[in-house]
């Protein structure tokens, strides 16, 4: 089944806004360095360049769609592009560390406007029977961008300069503010919709940041158990614990957690929280291990990590069909079962693996996580009705955001408990290490898949009785 015309229209202009928010939390870690230099901050500072986006994101996506219904899903998503690309070019206008945070701040909030406001336009549009096809696009900035980020952005800073990797979304945020006016469908309710559930937004964007500030916090600590991380990462949790229970007993609540009762969306949501942890936490690894262990620089490590990008580039091209055909639960069985697979010769890695054997690992392992992660996302979506998808998107982009949170920091810390020396061959056993932890949360991963298939099984199974009678 092929999209419709107007389908692949409004594609186009979700998938620019995507690509400046998603490729925006990864191209500026490749920078770090510089910045602390040019900016004459201590790298400890600098880090906030890339924790005050991340607190952003977190803080307003929860608001997306009580906004969509308030204000109108174009009007928003322009928006947002236009807040982006106002704080993109003042990130490079900065004169200061404090400035530049600042710019981000608002980068974040415009930029976790612009991923669920998509994705929601986007699936109404297209209807439950193109849902896979959809997903497949939404998917494009979301697996590749964390690819492809770190060299794009080594890139700009070793060619041009720092400011170019905030610069280069200026122009982009400028065609894509125009394609979306000129293709996104106008809104027909403007102005209307619930009140504004306040405490519950308070509660839950509070938590949030705590949770995503927490963990932040134990990539400088080195421990998951320091009262940096753990005070205001346990005071998130009971905060979003308080909005839960809270949205259980009152009628309008922010979000509809009640969605949690359907056992498919429950099961493709907690495969979204783990897909998340596996991809962005993984993430962190390989670029750290062509530095410090085979002393690559930025640029050469940006090539490196590419053929994770063709892997998932193929899954892209071929999860729509594979979905439709086999369905979103035992389609993401499948990618899942690969990507663990594809991990197991990270487990053996060392400081002379042949970079030939990491490429070819890197593809496999960059299809299985393509072809796990928005089938999962399809499969939640079809088993809704449209009205709760504006309840339904942001959560699911919170537990993909909160999941990456939560895989690099543990990550991380289980990383540098093993650097006892800075000998590469010892670095390197604790990559060997750390990657068996990441196979681990594959299969966390891995089990709310399968629940998926037979959930979905079980429902095509109900209705064959009824399409024969009919």
């Not at 070793?158 to 293709?183: C, D, K, M, T, Y």
């Not at 158990?225 to 009971?238: C, K, R």
């Not at 890197?362 to 499969?379: D, E, K, L, N, Y």
């Not at 009705?385 to 810390?413: C, F, H, M, W, Y």
């Amino acid at each position: 089944m092929t999209l419709e015309p107007h389908v692949k229209r409004i594609a186009i202009a979700v998938v620019l806004g995507s690509i400046m928010s998603v490729l925006s939390t990864t191209i500026v870690n490749v920078a770090l360095e510089t910045l602390s230099v040019k900016l004459d901050s201590p790298l400890d500072d600098v880090q906030w360049v890339v924790t005050s986006y991340m607190l952003a994101l977190a803080a307003v996506i929860p608001v997306s769609g009580w906004a969509v219904n308030r204000f109108g899903a174009r009007r928003l998503y322009v928006l947002s592009l236009i807040l982006f690309t106002a704080g993109s070019a003042l990130c490079g206008f900065a004169w200061n560390l404090e400035t530049l945070i600042g710019a981000r701040v608002l980068q974040g909030l415009a930029g976790g406007l612009l991923v669920p406001i998509g994705q929601m336009v986007l699936v109404r549009a297209a209807g439950p029977g193109n849902m896979a096809r959809v997903m497949s696009a939404i998917g494009v900035p979301i697996i590749l961008a964390p690819v492809f980020g770190p060299t794009l952005g080594g890139l700009l800073v070793e060619h041009i300069s720092w400011q170019a990797i905030f610069f280069v979304n200026v122009p982009v945020g400028i065609v894509a503010a125009v394609a979306a006016l000129r293709l996104l469908p106008r809104d027909e309710i403007a102005g209307a919709g619930e009140k504004l559930d306040a405490i519950g937004l308070a509660l839950v964007a509070t938590g949030l940041v705590g949770i995503t500030y927490g963990l932040a916090e134990s990539g400088t600590t080195g421990s998951m158990t320091a009262a940096a991380v753990l005070v205001p990462a346990l005071t998130g949790v009971a905060l979003v614990a308080t909005f839960v229970v809270r949205a259980l007993h009152i009628p309008n609540p922010l979000l509809d957690v009640r969605l949690y009762a359907n056992k498919a969306f429950a099961s493709a949501s907690v495969t979204t929280f783990a897909l998340g942890a596996v991809l962005f936490g993984g993430m962190v690894l390989m670029p750290l291990y062509f530095q410090l262990v085979r002393g690559e620089d930025a640029v050469t490590t940006g090539l490196l990590l590419m053929p994770q990008g063709i892997g998932a580039a193929l899954a892209m091209a071929l999860s729509g069909r594979v979905t439709e055909r086999l369905g979103g639960g035992l389609t993401s069985v499948l990618g899942a079962s690969v990507m663990i697979v594809a991990t197991l010769p990270f487990v053996l890695i060392d400081e002379a693996t042949p970079l030939t054997l990491l490429a070819a690992a890197m593809v496999v392992r960059g299809f299985g996580i393509g072809m796990s992660m928005m089938p999962a996302m399809t499969a939640a979506y079809a088993t809704l009705e449209p009205e709760a998808i504006k309840d339904a998107t942001p959560q699911l982009n919170v537990l993909q955001r909160v999941g990456g949170s939560i895989g690099t920091a543990i990550l991380t810390v289980v990383l540098q408990k093993g650097f006892t020396s800075s000998a590469p061959a010892v670095m390197a056993g604790s990559f060997a290490h750390t990657f068996g932890w990441v196979i681990g949360i594959g299969a966390v991963a891995l089990l709310p898949t399968i629940m998926l298939a037979v959930i979905e099984r079980r429902r095509v199974t109900e209705r064959e009785p009824e399409l024969v009678l009919a």
